[in-house]
């Protein structure tokens, strides 16, 4: 089995790509992946959000505060399974970062119901303590994984014993069905000069 970490910024539409590139690559792959959107929030984010603007504290705050509260709703999401949340983020990530929407209530429950979940359920678990302690259970992974950057991931092949492959950078991630590592016959890692292995 292959298990894979993908850290992004949830504003980020080169994150929302990547996200599809790798649901693709699920699809067509005949390994039993299994995926973990971890979407990570802090200061750090919101400044590569703007890498070539001078932008004001309040824009950057607004950002910041809009990133973690999508974070929520995608956590609060995943109680009620992976496969809605990961359709729910699309979704509205589609429709916030695409189609430019302003971020809604209303939007936020409308596509909620579009997935089939519950939606009282969901609009309780959103402000609830247990989702804001998912949330920082993300951001501590994400250090202890070493990860630098979004549009990163994680990688484990279980049928390699010990073995993991960090890739930092939507560049990176791409090359993921061509990895050798990802094939299950193969008994060794491999890695490309500055990709970094954990064991």
Known sequence: MIEIYLFINPLSFQCLETEKKILSYMQQSQSKIDLHILPIVNPQVVTAAFPKKKVD????????????????????????GKKYAREFLLSLQQHLLVEQ???????????????GGDLSMFLEDRSSQLIKKKFWQDQKTAREMQVREVSSAVIYNFSIEGAAILLEGATEIQSIPHLSYLQTNQPTLALHHNQKAYN
Do not use: G, M, P, W
């Open 57 to 80: 504290l309040r824009l950057r705050n607004d950002y910041f505060q809009l990133a973690y509260q999508v974070a929520l709703d995608f956590k609060a999401a995943q109680v009620q």
């Open 101 to 115: 929407e302003h971020y809604s209530q209303k939007l936020i429950q409308r596509l909620f119901e579009q997935t």
